[in-house]
Every structure is written in structure tokens, then in C-alpha cells.
């Protein structure tokens, strides 16, 4: 019986462990949730439908404004129209060829065509991006409003905070230094790896073993060689006194 009830107790907890993972899990992701400053990336945004009668008829997905990206090409989703919104900065950012940029994307609101293409109940949709460059931050995150069919927004924008999981995460995309902008550890900024320094002595050393190879190689040879005629002269002298 304590047998019986120890596993009914680990029962419960698994079902209760399941039914607190499976709604934090279905929100609004950006897939892959990793890029590279300075880079470009391509992404989907993947909106999955909690609703059990209703279905989502649109996605607002807003770019961050203190780590502002300059361009978007937005992938062709079947059923769907795509609206990109721009704004045009205080001060212009200066362009990785050295042009100035003055506007940059605010915001991408897709919308569904019609009923069919509407993501039903238990349906998942990806909405493929490629944007950047990418801002030299640690991460960015991008708000985002679903909408469903019967009018209900729900806004996919809190932060994760310190030990905390927010109900409604925005999406989230790390991102890590480009090659050779980290400090190599050794005070420089991007400098490339030294070549490990070669002690003169050992190169000598190789050498001379190099060379002493090769000489002994010679004088081997040449000692064969001599002993080759000398083989051929006392041959000839023997054939002569059999003859004699």
C-alpha cells in the first residue's frame, strides 16, 4: 500500500509538473533565438493557437527601439499579407560602408486572407524573416500582439526578469560577439592568434640531425659501392687462376 501510494504521489506531481510546462511553452518564439552582431540572420517567428475555439487572424511583431535594425526581407507566407512599418531616427546611424541610415524597421503585421489561412486551434504557423545587421547588444527582444478571431489581443511582451518566467514572454534572440571583436586574452581587440614560438635551438637541432642523416645516407651508399668492385676485381682474379 505505501508502495501504491508513493506512486500515485509521483503520479500527480509528474501530471502537475506537465500541466505548468505545456502552457509556458506555447508562446511566441524567434527561431533560432541566436545571431551574431553585425550579421544578418534569418528567422521565423512561430505563433502557435492556445485557443480551443477561436483562430488567430494576426501577428504584430514590433523591433526594438533602442537597438534599432535597418532592414527586413519578409518570406512569403501562403494566405497571409505582410505590412512593413518604418521610422525614421532622431539621429542616423552609419551604415557598414559608411552611408547614413535614417529609418529602420518599426514593426512587420501580417494578416490573414481569409478563414482557411487563419491558424486554427492546436495549429502552428512560421513566419520566416531576414533582417539586420544585427545591433551590437547581448539580445533583443521583439514584442509581439496575436490576434483571434473574435477580437482578443494577447500581448506576447514581458521580459524574463531575475528567477522569474513570465506568463507572456516576448521573443527573445541572444546575441554573441562577431569573430574577432572579443578580447583574445591577451589585451587585444580582433588580432589574430600568434603562431607559438619556435625555439632557434631545436630548429638548429633538426637540421643538424637532417644533415647528418642525409651525410650518413651518402657515405653508406659509397661504402657499398666500393665493396662492389672489390667483389668484381677479386672475382676476375680467382676466374683467372682456375684458369692458370
Not at 67 to 91: F, N, Q
Not at 114 to 138: H, K, R, T
Request: glycine share 12%; charged share 20%.
Amino acid at each position: 500500500m505505501r508502495t501504491s501510494a508513493r506512486l500515485a504521489t509521483v503520479a500527480v506531481a509528474a501530471v502537475a509538473v506537465l500541466a505548468i510546462a505545456v502552457p509556458a511553452s506555447a508562446h511566441v518564439t524567434v527561431n533560432p533565438n541566436e545571431g551574431v552582431q553585425g550579421e544578418r540572420a534569418r528567422v521565423d517567428f512561430r505563433v502557435p493557437n492556445e485557443s480551443d475555439t477561436e483562430s488567430t487572424v494576426g501577428v504584430e511583431v514590433h523591433f526594438p527601439e533602442e537597438a534599432p535594425i535597418a532592414s527586413v526581407s519578409v518570406g512569403k507566407v501562403p494566405g497571409w499579407t505582410a505590412e512593413v512599418t518604418y521610422r525614421t531616427l532622431d539621429t542616423p546611424l552609419e551604415g557598414g560602408h559608411g552611408e547614413q541610415i535614417t529609418e529602420v524597421v518599426e514593426s512587420i503585421n501580417w494578416t490573414a486572407d481569409n478563414d482557411d489561412a487563419a491558424i486554427g486551434p492546436g495549429e502552428f504557423l512560421e513566419f520566416p524573416v531576414s533582417l539586420g545587421p544585427l545591433p551590437e547588444v547581448e539580445e533583443i527582444a521583439f514584442p509581439t500582439l496575436q490576434t483571434y478571431s473574435d477580437g482578443e489581443v494577447v500581448r506576447w511582451i514581458e521580459l524574463p526578469g531575475e528567477g522569474t518566467e513570465p506568463q507572456n514572454p516576448a521573443p527573445v534572440m541572444s546575441l554573441a560577439a562577431a569573430d574577432g571583436a572579443a578580447d583574445d586574452g591577451n589585451g587585444s581587440a580582433g588580432g589574430e592568434a600568434e603562431e607559438p614560438a619556435t625555439d632557434p635551438g631545436s630548429e638548429q637541432a633538426a637540421e643538424d640531425d637532417s644533415d647528418s642523416g642525409s651525410s650518413t645516407g651518402i657515405w653508406l651508399g659509397l661504402a657499398g659501392l666500393v665493396a662492389g668492385l672489390a667483389g668484381l676485381v677479386l672475382g676476375g682474379l680467382a676466374f683467372q687462376r682456375s684458369r692458370g
